[in-house]
């Protein structure tokens, strides 16, 4: 959950983002579960590309 968070404020951060990010950081804050489904994952990376954001999974 605390990688979700820290993921999701980076995108926060990022001033010229598009609209349609704010909807998906605001669907993916209220998540209930500390998890992201397949699609939720592949979005989330893409849009975090999209800017130039690297993300390393930590193991």
């Known amino acids: 959950m605390q990688q979700l968070c820290v ?6 951060q990022v001033f010229s983002r598009d609209e349609a990010v704010d909807w998906l950081l605001q669907g993916l804050g209220k998540q209930a579960k500390p998890y992201l489904s397949s699609l939720q994952a592949k979005l ?6 999209e800017y130039n954001l690297v993300w390393k999974q930590q193991k």
């Open 7 to 12: 993921r999701l404020r980076q995108l926060h």
């Open 44 to 49: 989330l990376a893409t849009v975090e590309r």
